[in-house]
């Protein structure tokens, strides 16, 4: 059975150099806001799992799971259901100066924000667009009906308006 865990105490462990572990994590998940509209991660608590490997100053981090994030589709407005799986990986080594790249943003001495690491990663997870349907053909920019429910959308041309002053014309 998982539990949930937004801060993961990494020193609790005591790896050697060379051991891994691997939890079953339950984490909550805020709302993401994205091109002003809401999108929620289901469930809302996401089960997840952690590998933690200890390293000689530091440890490798991989956390999986699969979630769908619903909100409305990025064409149509719809509601949709996007489902993808995350696999993301960390590495935090510890007294390696001060090189960004050796030092995981979620982790704070032996504590590992677990919560910050899986929104982190769903997001960048995402598609470009969060979409109904592969196929969604949006809404009519012109007059906002929805181009999935139309076998044929069509408007009559504007006419030109170079053309504008010929409409004035009256004919007897």
Known sequence: MSRRTD?????????????ARRFDLEVETDPLTLGGESYQAAPSRLPVRLDVARTGSGYTLRLRFEAQLEGPCMRCLEPSGAAFEVDAREVHQEGRGEDPELRSPYVAGDDLDVRSFAREALVLALPSQVVCREDCRGICAE??????????????RAPDPRWAKLSEIEFE
């Open 7 to 19: 801060v993961f105490d990494l020193g609790a462990l005591a790896l050697s150099s060379g051991e």
């Open 143 to 156: 007059c906002g009906a929805s181009l999935n429910e139309a076998a044929e959308h069509t408007h009559e």
